[in-house]
């Protein structure tokens, strides 16, 4: 046996072997989780190595103030409201005696909300439309925030008057750093994200090793580069020397993309950010400029906003530190499925609750 069919054999009988203390990691990317959950590599993995999911899904550690304030510009005549497919059927706040409320129903009833498949796709519908407001949800990580900010650029270049953008962008630095120093898990290490590593390169997760002695690994989406990662964990906890491995070399440089980390902080700067289920992480958020005031959504258009009330018995705060299996929840797999879901872990195609109702059956790892 030889190749890669050898080599996924070696790495996963190299797992299998594990003799070191127990260890917990953590994976921080959406597209992880699902991978995970697809090759089934919890199943294999011995009882002294724990793989735990984070918020490594941006549409569901959005939190649900922010649904609520997307769903109250649905509802203005004025705006068209433009969006990614993924926010569509987020639950806003839960009401006694109201359905709950999204952006799908919002459409039902009569709003304009229309789904895009980029922030410049938005930009063209404020061009055709130069006489309504065009709103675009501005959520994601590193990843999605440079083409907001080069959309941003052009609306400014374009003098787009009637167009803005409602921002949710996170960093996941800051969010690792908030999970790291928590009691609650005792994490030995993380498996990077790998797209937001292509624009943010190898630096950003150094302290994690250098200042708080946790292993951090990038990888790859396949089986082999998610093994790989692993495997290179668990040899800096063996050798007692965590660093930074670059288990994605193909698609991540040690420098990431200058280029694109350049464009957000143009047009974007760090601020204090809620997320759902951490709270408030302090840098984690980019809130526009001041000179991107005109474009800032939140502050072109003024709406009243109900107190911000998760779904009752939702457990997806807790599934986004990693404190429970999705299935622990009460509502997963009965009130909460992907056809009718409850939170937004069960919504997003890379939510943890989804990965594990799709790939697995209640009661696996």
Same mark, same amino acid.
């Given at each position: 046996?030889?190749?890669?069919?050898?080599?996924?054999?070696?790495?996963?009988?190299?797992?299998?072997?594990?003799?070191?203390?127990?260890?917990?990691?953590?994976?921080?990317?959406?597209? +992880?989780?699902?991978?995970?959950? !697809?090759?089934?590599?919890?199943?294999?993995?011995?009882?002294?190595?724990?793989?735990?999911?984070?918020?490594?899904?941006?549409?569901?550690?959005?939190?649900?103030?922010?649904?609520? +304030?997307?769903?109250?510009?649905?509802? !203005?005549?004025?705006?068209?409201?433009?969006?990614?497919?993924?926010?569509?059927?987020?639950?806003?706040?839960?009401?006694?005696?109201?359905?709950? @409320?999204? &952006?799908?129903?919002?459409?039902?009833?009569?709003?304009? %909300?229309?789904?895009?498949?980029? *922030?410049?796709?938005?930009?063209?519908?404020?061009?055709?439309?130069?006489?309504? =407001?065009?709103?675009?949800?501005?959520?994601?990580?590193?990843?999605?925030? *440079?083409? %907001?900010?080069?959309? &941003?650029?052009?609306?400014?270049?374009?003098?787009?008057?009637?167009?803005? %953008? &409602?921002?949710? +962008?996170?960093?996941?630095?800051?969010?690792?750093?908030?999970?790291?120093?928590?009691?609650? $898990?005792?994490?030995?290490?993380?498996?990077?994200?790998?797209?937001?590593?292509?624009?943010?390169?190898?630096?950003?997760?150094?302290?994690?090793?250098?200042?708080?002695?946790?292993?951090?690994?990038?990888?790859?989406?396949?089986?082999?580069?998610?093994? !790989?990662?692993? %495997?290179?964990?668990?040899?800096?906890?063996?050798?007692?020397? /965590?660093?930074?491995?670059?288990?994605?070399?193909?698609?991540? @440089?040690?420098?990431?993309?200058?280029?694109?980390?350049?464009?957000?902080?143009?047009?974007?700067? *760090?601020?204090?950010?809620?997320?759902?289920? &951490?709270?408030?992480? *302090?840098?984690?958020? $980019?809130? +526009?400029?001041?000179?991107?005031?005109?474009?800032?959504?939140?502050?072109?258009?003024?709406? =009243?906003?109900?107190?911000?009330?998760?779904?009752?018995?939702?457990?997806?705060?807790?599934?986004?530190?990693? $404190?429970?299996?999705?299935?622990?929840? /009460?509502?997963?797999?009965?009130?909460?499925?992907?056809?009718?879901?409850?939170?937004?872990?069960?919504?997003?195609?890379?939510?943890?609750?989804?990965?594990?109702?799709?790939?697995?059956?209640?009661?696996?790892?």
């Amino acid at each position: 046996m030889g190749g890669l069919t050898g080599e996924i054999g070696a790495l996963r009988q190299r797992i299998a072997d594990w003799q070191g203390p127990p260890v917990t990691f953590m994976e921080v990317c959406g597209t +992880h989780t699902m991978a995970i959950a !697809r090759i089934g590599l919890k199943a294999l993995l011995p009882p002294s190595v724990r793989l735990v999911s984070g918020p490594g899904c941006p549409v569901c550690v959005t939190p649900v103030g922010y649904v609520d +304030h997307a769903l109250a510009l649905a509802e !203005r005549p004025e705006v068209i409201l433009t969006t990614f497919g993924d926010l569509m059927r987020v639950p806003g706040s839960a009401a006694p005696g109201r359905p709950p @409320r999204n &952006l799908l129903r919002v459409k039902a009833l009569g709003g304009d %909300v229309r789904v895009v498949y980029s *922030p410049t796709g938005a930009l063209d519908v404020a061009r055709d439309h130069p006489e309504r =407001e065009v709103v675009f949800l501005g959520v994601g990580f590193e990843t999605t925030a *440079p083409v %907001v900010a080069a959309t &941003l650029l052009a609306a400014r270049r374009m003098s787009l008057a009637n167009f803005s %953008v &409602l921002g949710a +962008h996170k960093t996941i630095p800051e969010a690792m750093a908030a999970l790291a120093s928590s009691d609650e $898990l005792g994490l030995d290490g993380f498996l990077c994200p790998g797209h937001v590593s292509v624009v943010l390169g190898e630096a950003p997760y150094r302290f994690l090793a250098d200042e708080l002695g946790l292993a951090c690994a990038i990888g790859g989406f396949e089986a082999v580069e998610v093994l !790989r990662a692993l %495997v290179a964990l668990l040899d800096q906890v063996e050798s007692g020397s /965590p660093t930074v491995d670059n288990c994605y070399p193909a698609a991540v @440089r040690p420098d990431g993309n200058p280029r694109a980390r350049a464009a957000i902080y143009e047009v974007f700067e *760090p601020e204090d950010c809620r997320w759902r289920g &951490l709270g408030v992480i *302090p840098g984690s958020g $980019l809130g +526009h400029r001041p000179e991107f005031a005109a474009w800032d959504a939140s502050q072109r258009f003024d709406v =009243e906003l109900p107190d911000p009330v998760e779904p009752r018995g939702c457990r997806c705060g807790d599934v986004l530190r990693g $404190l429970v299996d999705p299935a622990d929840c /009460p509502l997963f797999g009965r009130a909460c499925t992907p056809e009718s879901p409850v939170g937004a872990c069960m919504v997003s195609s890379e939510g943890s609750c989804a990965a594990r109702f799709h790939y697995t059956r209640r009661g696996e790892g």
